[in-house]
């Protein structure tokens, strides 16, 4: 799981897939750089994930999220994000 220093979710990955991840946040964040701090519970994230997989699906539509992408995809998640969870 990827946070900014807002707490606003950027990435969310399985840790067996953690080497693909770093080469996608090599491609979207190179010009600007990052740097990957470990932390246990980041802005309560890891709380809130596991309370999502535990059933309580409406818990995603709390997480803020700061994603990248042309207007035209970012007007796309935004969008996504109106659907009710679990639909």
């Known amino acids: 799981m990827i946070c ?3 707490f606003r979710l950027r990435a969310v990955e399985w840790e067996e897939y953690s080497e693909r991840m770093v080469q996608l946040l090599d491609i979207h964040y190179r010009k ?3 740097e990957r701090i470990s ?3 980041p802005g309560g994230f890891s709380d809130k994930l596991r309370e999502y997989f ?3 699906l409406s818990i995603i539509d ?3 999220t ?3 992408g042309t207007p035209f995809q970012r007007e796309v998640w935004k ?3 109106t659907i009710p ?3």
């Open 4 to 6: 900014d220093e807002q």
């Open 32 to 34: 600007e750089g990052y």
């Open 39 to 41: 932390a246990t519970n």
């Open 54 to 56: 535990a059933g309580n």
């Open 62 to 64: 709390t997480l803020p």
């Open 66 to 68: 700061a994603t990248g």
């Open 79 to 81: 969008t996504l994000r």
């Open 85 to 87: 969870a679990g639909r």
